[in-house]
């Protein structure tokens, strides 16, 4: 019984890495797009900054946020190989569904062990006068 709520359990925290893994992979998606984006206005801002009419303060601050952003992307990035490598680990849906189908096809609380054996079969010949 043990052995069931442990593989459901697992079963429950392999789908929560899983749930995380894809909110990872979308915050990057965001990210990366804002990434290009920042990198247009940048461009822009540059292009526009040859005549004149742009703050070198705030093209300074974009670029600040552009750093940023790229260094938050390859935290994400980091984030989702090593959540990759801890799936690699972990046991698929179809290894917990195997475990499952082995648990209840033995039923291992049905089992004994040898000296629980002993102890019955002493039991059952002193109950018979056979042994003392």
Do not use: C, W
Request: zero cysteines.
């Amino acid at each position: 019984m043990r052995l069931i709520h442990d593989v459901k359990t697992l079963d429950s925290n392999l789908r929560v890495v899983a749930q995380q893994l894809t909110q990872i992979k979308r915050n990057e998606r965001i990210l990366a797009r804002n990434l290009i984006a920042l990198n247009k206005k940048i461009n822009e801002l540059r292009e526009s900054s040859g005549n004149g009419g742009v703050d070198p303060t705030k093209l300074q601050e974009m670029e600040d946020r552009l750093v940023r952003m790229r260094e938050d992307i390859m935290k994400i990035q980091e984030d989702v190989e090593y959540l990759k490598q801890q799936l690699q680990r972990t046991l698929t849906s179809e290894d917990v569904a195997e475990l499952k189908y082995i648990v209840e096809t033995i039923n291992p609380l049905e089992f004994v062990t040898y000296k629980q054996v002993g102890d019955l079969v002493e039991k059952k010949l002193r109950d018979l006068g056979i042994i003392k």
